[in-house]
């Protein structure tokens, strides 16, 4: 596609629920990030697939969350048993293969946990 | 580790001002950095790229300029127009580890029309 889509847009569930989220990137691009955007915090860097390579989860805030991306492409963002202070905005970015090029987002998941 | 600063946290200006936003970074060992410009509700719009080689990089109205030596960077925009109103975010790309972005808090930015 044109851009990098997210889905769903919005996604509202109950405390101790699993929830999936997805993002397309940009195709042909190699590298795939997910950053989360919450009052207070900012935006704060989740994980990072870069081709075949095994992914870098060192922004992972617990084992409850969790990623994969499927054939280069895809990817989806795992969060299990949801807390309440899951409650952000979930961006994904993709790029071409290196961190010296341009992130480009998509328009994120707005994830409420009552 | 990194951390990004950008002043101010809000601005709001007459239209047709000229205008600069600020950002600093901790860390000289980047390989870039980025400004965003978000829209409430949307995702993150790139405005302008610059290498850590670079000195400056100019798009239309926004010119944005980079001193890795001194950690930082400066976003100019000329003739503002009401349609620029929104939150305006720098982000560097480290080099160690994920390559990933490090954030600003952002600047709110109002053109008055």
């Known amino acids: 596609g044109a851009g990098v889509s997210q889905s769903p847009s919005n996604k509202v569930t109950e405390k101790g629920k699993d929830v999936e989220l997805r993002c397309d990137p940009i195709?042909?691009?190699?590298?795939l990030y997910w950053y989360r955007q919450s009052l207070g915090q900012g935006l704060e860097f989740l994980i990072y697939?870069?081709?075949?390579?095994?992914?870098?989860k060192s922004g992972l805030p617990s084992d409850r969350f969790s990623a994969e991306r499927t054939g280069g492409s895809v990817s989806t963002l795992t969060i299990q048993r949801t807390q309440q202070e899951d409650s952000a905005v979930y961006l994904c970015?993709?790029?071409?293969?290196?961190?010296?090029?341009?992130?480009?987002f998509g328009p994120g998941t707005r994830l409420t946990v009552l | 580790k990194q951390e990004v600063t950008q002043i101010p946290a809000a601005l709001s200006v007459p239209e047709g001002e000229n205008l600069v936003l600020n950002c600093s970074f901790t860390?000289?060992?980047?390989?870039?950095l980025q400004w965003f410009r978000q829209d409430p509700g949307k995702g993150l719009t790139s405005l302008l790229l610059?290498?850590?080689?670079?000195r400056e990089q100019t798009s239309g109205r926004l010119n944005a300029s980079l001193d890795k030596s001194s950690g930082r960077s400066t976003l100019y925009i000329a003739a503002s127009q009401p349609g620029d109103s929104a939150t305006y975010l720098c982000?560097?790309?480290?080099?160690?580890?994920?390559?990933?972005?490090?954030f600003g808090q952002g600047t709110r930015l109002t053109i008055n029309p």
């Open positions: 970015a993709s790029s071409f293969s290196s961190g010296r090029n341009a992130q480009f």
């Open positions: 195709s042909g691009h190699t590298a």
């Open positions: 697939f870069q081709g075949n390579s095994a992914p870098d």
């Open positions: 860390d000289s060992a980047i390989y870039n």
């Open positions: 610059i290498q850590s080689s670079q």
């Open positions: 982000a560097v790309g480290v080099i160690q580890g994920a390559q990933k972005l490090v």
